[in-house]
């Protein structure tokens, strides 16, 4: 922790205030001559943002992790949730694994896996085994799973995905990641060995002992089963030892979110996952319910950054405009304080995550006014928020939340 | 290095962009009650800058190095190149040396030298020794040269500056700054004893020892040199070993400058000098030649800094209007990442540097636009780059570049 951290911890009291965070994911996009010099917020009809303005809201602009660098959705929804993106990494096995739907305890260390093809010498001829379909991978992860389910004291578990990949977990006493890809990263080589990154870490060594010893006793296995007979291993981690939101912020916290990512996310730092929910208006309507229950509400909405990734324009305004239509439901009953943002932006002339800070609006009592007529990119240029780390958003919602004491006198 | 500029590593690719970096040396300025309340900037008549902006750009101000300092030309380009003035620290016996356009090597150490005049009992009375004409000191520095060429194994180099200054270079194994001056600081005392800053440093006792060796052999050449009998010496500094930008980045980097103090400057970074150019107007037709064999560009214009130092608020906007006359033989060759700014203020109302936040202009396909009509002070305060750190400017021109990889899943 560091030291400012450590002053926050200090400072805080609870208040019984209730906070809410909406992450419109990818919300922030750029101005291009293609578009008319507008961007999907300032585009889009949202009445309801437009009114929820008016009553008095500061804005600002959040560089996700650091300048020019580009979020995937785990550092990007750590970074929201208050945690240094940079200090807490979460590895690309332990996302995938959240992705699945899966969940992890401390210390468990994630793979990412891929069914390959090896030809008669033992040399990777297809990284993907051709793809096969969803329910080929699916049976040999019930081969593999049947007969490996330990090994030494440490338990396996085997978890299929789409098409060729899988996940692997092992879960036990002293392990630590990472280890190095088995993946050779190129076809006519042979599987490469997973080795310790740190030499001289006895939880990273044990991992590579294990992921041999995993080898030796699935490949036999696959050994018939053409194109997929065997397997590469990628980002082995570790789910890091995170202090929960509760423990670090003093809020019980909830999230509403539709896919597994986003709840696999929110419950890596302790959140509870409200489950049974699938559109934005059942999301808010189930904020409403469970109000008196927590403190503090994770929502996620997924469909900007999929227009975003689609590189579709006409799709992130519609996709904006169906989240206005559906805020007045929120609204009705509206937290101490909210915040609407994204975990990063998603422009559409990139078709992908970027660096680009995405624009914030805090809306609470004590929040001020900015005096802007809309909630979008420009008009959060001239915010009274700034450009500011993402990582300082729940400060902010705290702050004005009235859970921080004075500093000094 | 940081645990982020680790991270800026990993994710960094080549990707072939090509990048340039426009320096108006002191561009920043402040509007003052006497000019109107207008900047140069925002008197000039920039057509092709305003053309560049109406093309889409994104704006922001650079805090050079920290909030309230005032940075010298070192620290100044340092940070514009992405290395943190702070943790960088470049002597200024060093940038006196690198501003006479000598050369300096790794581990060399360097030393700004006055010459003075001395009093029979070796007190001195003019630190200045008069300000002796140019071609005097010249006389006197190869009076040295001539006897003194190497001390022990380390050889020693001196090279006369402008009226009595001059500098003395020790090159050799084992050397490290910095030593205190020799230079009293002020008239009455007699020549101070160089001491090792760190008494445990081996490197710099070793210089101690040298610049003691040093006196003794240069003082009783100078006996009959009235009013130059003695020299100062002072910023005793080593060349600190600076990753080169290429090493960096993964980017060829060519400087294209007049003055030989920012040529100096890039050649600490391990750039490529570009000789042979006298205006604006050459360097940018030098930079169009020169455009397939370097990725990044580093073009230098130093008279809106003269103008500034002079407090000439004309003079400022007459640099400003030059250089924008010149601009479009840049334009006719657009690299994928163009940035405008100063490495510092130089305000009129100053008449030197200045704390004050340089105005910062980043074009690219992707810099989005923020709906601004010209490139001035005010207008990038409401820019969506913020008010940020110049160190990062590199980022953020190697984001723009798609230099970087996502971060995380």
Partial sequence: MSKLDDVYAKLQVRTGAKLAL?????????????????????????????????????????????????????????????????????????????????ELKNGDVAARANFCTLDGKGLVTDRRAGRIATDVCERLCNILSAKISKLGTTQVLIYPGKEHRFVVVFRGAGLEGPVTDTDPNREGLPIAEAKPVDPANAGQKKVAKLISDFYKAALPLLKNQQPANGFLLRGVAHQPDIPTFERRYGLKAAAIAVYPMYKGLSQLVGMTKIEGVETIAQQFERYVKEYEHYDYFFIHYKYTDKAGEDGKFEAKVKAIEDFDAALPIFLARKPDVLAITGDHSTPCAVKGHSWHPQPVLLHSELSGSDKLERFTETGANVGSLGVFEAKYLIRLMQANAKMFDKYGA
Same sequence: chains 1, 2.
């Fill in 22 to 102: 909406i992450v419109l994911d990818g919300l922030g996009d750029i101005a291009t001559r293609g578009q008319g010099w507008m961007t999907p917020l300032e585009a889009a009809r949202t009445p309801n943002l437009d009114a929820l303005v008016a009553q008095g809201c500061a804005q600002g602009r959040m560089i996700p992790v650091a300048p020019g660098i580009t979020p995937g959705s785990g550092p990007g929804h750590l970074a929201l949730f208050g945690y240094d993106p940079i200090q807490w990494e979460v590895g690309r096995g332990v996302i995938e694994t959240l992705g699945l739907g899966i």
